[in-house]
């Protein structure tokens, strides 16, 4: 199955670039228009995103004008729509930004599927988040599956609530007829897990930053067995294309229909911290600080409380406790059955490409990768004075 042309909101990010990627491994001959607020051309060329296939357009997802007239310009056969407003790890846990969330994740969306109705748009994949389901701090999510609600408002993350809101526009959204050119919009959703990979700027980092910065690997939060679903950002890429070729088959599963996207390796959140550590400069933590999930629970509600009149995020919160110690992971089945999807690259594999790829960034940043002695050494300056 062949895709002519596609326009790619948000294609210079993390996750749209690396389904720039995917699409030009996979279908050479495909027209691609990469749309974002701000393209910048060094970062293409780093990204492998610099072809003669790509063309490169600025709009704004919520200059509704702008957004029609790129459409209008381009009128592409196939959707791929990734942008959106991801919140800084320290605003994950507060609803400061809930208006903005919403304005970008869940009005952007409409927009952007407005204009590609109106053009006569065949398939539509939005890129959703597992959190549309299991940002809800309260329960626990062990071998989920699609047939569980989404998140509702006032009860999750203004992340996960805002991604959900836009999900169900979308797949609502499936079947809609362009009466004038008697085209049928086609929808689909990703939902990918906790994303790793080349370009990553959160969740690698920051797992990192614990030994590289903060020398905090010995502690513990909980037991640490807690199971988690992540994916690598490659692996994501893929399941577009398959969501993109099936909608523009002549059987059409996907339609209308939201998936799980997981490397298929549920792991303890502890576990996946160590392989990072040890990938990254072969850091394993001389001993372990248990800290009871309890007892984290009353201390981050402790520096809720402390922080609360300052109007400044708290490191440690109530919310980042209930996620460091959640159980979290999904049936990649649907997937598989549907797409045909299974992970190309593992887990392991996924955060060396991941690691190395960071340390290479921080060596460009002049931020250099230091070894277990130089931590201490430079905690043990910092406490001499």
Not at 61 to 67: A, K, P, T
Not at 153 to 180: C, D, H
Not at 287 to 312: C, N
């Amino acid at each position: 199955m062949s895709i002519p042309s596609v326009l790619i909101t948000g294609g210079t990010g993390f996750v749209g670039s690396a389904i720039v990627r995917a699409i030009l491994e996979k279908h050479p001959q495909c027209r691609i228009t990469i749309l974002d607020m701000t393209i910048d051309k060094a970062m293409c060329q780093q990204r492998g995103i610099d072809h003669p296939n790509v063309d490169f357009l600025e709009a704004n997802i919520l200059d509704v004008e702008s957004l029609r007239d790129a459409f209008n310009t381009n009128k592409p056969t196939a959707v791929v729509h990734t942008a959106g407003f991801v919140p800084p790890l320290e605003e994950r846990y507060h609803r400061r930004l809930e208006k903005e969330a919403l304005r970008i994740n869940a009005d952007g969306t409409r927009n952007v599927l407005d204009a590609a109705i109106a053009v006569g748009v065949r398939a539509f994949v939005y890129t959703s988040t597992c959190c549309v389901v299991i940002d809800d701090y309260t329960q626990s999510y062990a071998n989920i599956d699609e047939r569980w609600p989404t998140v509702e408002r006032g009860k999750a993350s203004i992340y996960g609530e805002s991604k959900a809101v836009a999900e169900i526009a979308v797949l609502q959204a499936n079947g809609t007829v362009n009466e004038e050119m008697k085209i049928t919009l086609l929808t689909s959703s990703i939902r990918p897990a906790v994303i790793y990979g080349e370009g990553d700027h959160q969740l690698v980092p920051s797992i990192v930053s614990c030994i590289i910065d903060k020398s905090e690997s010995p502690f513990r939060v909980g037991d640490g067995m807690n199971m988690w679903d992540t994916v690598y950002v490659g692996n994501v890429a893929d399941a577009h294309v398959l969501a993109l070729e099936n909608l523009l088959s002549d059987t059409p599963t996907a339609a209308g229909e939201a998936f799980f996207i997981q490397n298929n390796e549920p792991t303890s959140f502890r576990e996946f911290c160590l392989q990072v550590w040890k990938s990254y400069n072969g850091h394993i933590p001389p001993y372990v600080v248990p800290i009871p999930a309890g007892l984290a629970w009353a201390l981050g509600l402790l520096m809720e409380t402390l922080t609360y009149f300052s109007r400044t995020p708290a490191t440690l919160s109530r919310g980042s406790v209930n996620d460091a110690t959640a159980v979290r992971y999904a049936s990649g089945e649907k997937a598989r059955r549907v797409l045909g999807f299974m992970p190309r690259v593992g887990m392991e594999e996924g955060i060396e490409r991941s690691c190395r790829e960071y340390r290479a960034r921080r060596e460009r940043e002049g931020r250099h990768p230091r070894s277990n002695t130089e931590v201490l050494v430079g905690k043990l300056r910092d406490y001499l004075g």
